[in-house]
Nanobody
Framework: QVQLVESGGGLVQPGGSLTLSCAAS????????MNWYRQAPGKEREWVGNISPTGGVTSRADSLKGRFTISRNNDKSTVYLQMNNLKPEDTAVYYC?????????WGQGTQVTVSS
């Protein structure tokens, strides 16, 4: 079955960097776009960005361009979210998601806390 497992979250000071990973299994990873979302406390889940199957095309929310980068390694069935210059408002649970056969699959999420 499709499984997505995020990792790499933690506590980081403002201005710091983190790279999140999402390891995928149970489907042909290299054939599917992958998405990152996040959900801050008390807020709705919001789209962060996505990456095409080959990694050649990425999109990010306008507010995150210049700080967040999405990449993937199809040989490792893993998608990454590189986050730089982190701000307290980036504190959230970060999720990866894919759509296979018209069904959305989500990981369990990884907590990112930006605080001094």
């Amino acid at each position: 079955q499709v499984q997505l497992v995020e990792s790499g979250g933690g506590l980081v000071q403002p201005g710091g960097s983190l790279t999140l990973s999402c390891a995928a299994s149970g489907f042909s990873f290299r054939s599917y776009s992958m998405n990152w979302y996040r959900q801050a406390p008390g807020k709705e889940r919001e789209w962060v960005g996505n990456i095409s199957p080959t990694g050649g095309v990425t999109s990010r929310a306008d507010s995150l361009k210049g700080r967040f980068t999405i990449s993937r390694n199809n040989d490792k069935s893993t998608v990454y979210l590189q986050m730089n210059n982190l701000k307290p408002e980036d504190t959230a649970v970060y999720y990866c998601k894919t759509r296979v056969s018209s069904f959305d699959y989500w990981g369990q999420g990884t907590q990112v806390t930006v605080s001094s």
